[in-house]
Protein backbone atom coordinates (compact mmCIF):
# COMPACT_ATOMS: atom_id res chain seq x y z
CA UNK A 1 0.00 0.00 0.00
CA UNK A 2 1.42 3.44 -0.60
CA UNK A 3 1.33 6.25 1.64
CA UNK A 4 2.14 9.82 1.00
CA UNK A 5 2.91 11.81 4.09
CA UNK A 6 3.02 15.70 3.35
CA UNK A 7 4.44 18.37 5.44
CA UNK A 8 5.78 22.13 5.65
CA UNK A 9 3.14 23.96 4.89
CA UNK A 10 2.20 27.03 7.08
CA UNK A 11 1.78 30.73 6.94
CA UNK A 12 3.71 33.32 5.63
CA UNK A 13 4.25 36.72 4.46
CA UNK A 14 4.62 37.53 0.77
CA UNK A 15 8.06 37.74 -0.13
CA UNK A 16 8.58 34.68 2.26
CA UNK A 17 9.71 31.15 1.67
CA UNK A 18 8.13 27.64 2.52
CA UNK A 19 9.53 24.07 1.79
CA UNK A 20 7.04 21.24 1.56
CA UNK A 21 8.18 17.68 1.66
CA UNK A 22 6.47 14.65 0.47
CA UNK A 23 7.88 11.22 2.34
CA UNK A 24 6.62 8.52 0.50
CA UNK A 25 6.21 4.67 1.76
CA UNK A 26 5.24 1.79 -0.21
CA UNK A 27 6.60 3.17 -3.11
CA UNK A 28 10.05 4.27 -4.67
CA UNK A 29 10.33 8.18 -5.59
CA UNK A 30 12.75 7.90 -8.08
CA UNK A 31 10.59 5.02 -10.18
CA UNK A 32 7.70 7.14 -10.09
CA UNK A 33 6.45 10.44 -11.56
CA UNK A 34 6.06 12.78 -8.44
CA UNK A 35 4.48 15.65 -8.81
CA UNK A 36 2.96 18.54 -6.37
CA UNK A 37 -0.51 20.08 -7.24
CA UNK A 38 -2.38 22.53 -5.49
CA UNK A 39 -6.29 23.63 -5.02
CA UNK A 40 -7.16 26.68 -3.95
CA UNK A 41 -10.62 27.54 -2.86
CA UNK A 42 -13.30 27.80 -5.57
CA UNK A 43 -10.90 26.67 -7.87
CA UNK A 44 -9.82 23.53 -9.51
CA UNK A 45 -6.68 21.46 -8.72
CA UNK A 46 -3.97 22.22 -10.37
CA UNK A 47 -0.44 21.44 -11.54
CA UNK A 48 2.35 22.83 -9.85
CA UNK A 49 5.41 20.93 -10.65
CA UNK A 50 6.55 17.55 -12.00
CA UNK A 51 9.30 15.09 -11.53
CA UNK A 52 9.95 11.88 -13.91
CA UNK A 53 11.41 8.95 -13.04
CA UNK A 54 14.45 10.09 -15.29
CA UNK A 55 14.40 13.26 -13.88
CA UNK A 56 13.00 15.92 -16.41
CA UNK A 57 10.85 18.43 -14.73
CA UNK A 58 8.21 20.83 -15.56
CA UNK A 59 6.66 23.56 -13.82
CA UNK A 60 3.82 25.50 -14.04
CA UNK A 61 4.01 29.12 -15.86
CA UNK A 62 3.01 31.13 -12.76
CA UNK A 63 5.43 29.19 -10.70
CA UNK A 64 7.95 29.19 -12.79
CA UNK A 65 11.63 30.93 -11.47
CA UNK A 66 10.24 30.99 -7.81
CA UNK A 67 9.41 27.14 -7.15
CA UNK A 68 11.82 24.15 -7.16
CA UNK A 69 10.85 20.35 -7.08
CA UNK A 70 13.05 18.07 -6.23
CA UNK A 71 13.88 14.18 -4.30
CA UNK A 72 16.30 12.55 -2.06
CA UNK A 73 16.28 9.27 -3.01
CA UNK A 74 18.09 8.00 0.23
CA UNK A 75 14.93 9.51 1.99
CA UNK A 76 12.33 8.90 -0.55
CA UNK A 77 11.15 12.14 -0.12
CA UNK A 78 10.38 14.90 -2.76
CA UNK A 79 10.45 18.52 -2.09
CA UNK A 80 8.95 21.50 -3.09
CA UNK A 81 10.82 24.73 -2.35
CA UNK A 82 8.78 27.81 -2.98
CA UNK A 83 10.28 31.27 -3.31
CA UNK A 84 8.98 34.55 -3.21
CA UNK A 85 5.74 33.75 -2.70
CA UNK A 86 2.64 35.65 -3.32
CA UNK A 87 -0.86 35.77 -1.90
CA UNK A 88 -1.95 33.65 -5.16
CA UNK A 89 -0.10 31.19 -4.11
CA UNK A 90 -2.22 30.60 -1.31
CA UNK A 91 -3.79 26.84 -1.20
CA UNK A 92 -3.55 23.00 -0.15
CA UNK A 93 -0.88 21.58 -1.64
CA UNK A 94 -0.70 17.81 -2.60
CA UNK A 95 1.68 14.84 -3.44
CA UNK A 96 0.99 12.74 -5.81
CA UNK A 97 2.92 9.51 -7.00
CA UNK A 98 2.01 8.42 -10.45
CA UNK A 99 2.39 5.03 -10.52
CA UNK A 100 3.01 2.89 -13.32
CA UNK A 101 3.60 -1.04 -13.68
CA UNK A 102 3.05 -2.65 -16.55
CA UNK A 103 -0.68 -2.49 -17.32
CA UNK A 104 -1.51 -1.69 -13.67
CA UNK A 105 -1.48 2.51 -13.12
CA UNK A 106 -2.73 4.01 -10.23
CA UNK A 107 -2.46 8.05 -8.69
CA UNK A 108 -1.50 8.55 -4.94
CA UNK A 109 -2.38 11.44 -3.14
CA UNK A 110 -1.25 12.73 0.24
CA UNK A 111 -3.68 14.75 2.61
CA UNK A 112 -2.63 18.07 1.33
CA UNK A 113 -0.83 20.54 3.45
CA UNK A 114 -2.27 24.18 3.59
CA UNK A 115 -0.12 26.94 2.22
CA UNK A 116 -1.24 30.48 3.25
CA UNK A 117 0.44 33.87 2.44
CA UNK A 118 -0.44 37.11 3.89
CA UNK A 119 -0.23 40.36 1.94
Known amino acids: QVQLVESGGGLVQAGGSLRLSCAAFGSTVSRNAMSWYRQAPGKQRELVAR???????NYADSVKGRFTISRDNAKNTVYLQMNSLKPEDTAVYYC?????????????WGQGTQVTVSS
Open 96 to 108: NLDFKLGAFSNDY
Open 51 to 57: ITSGGSI
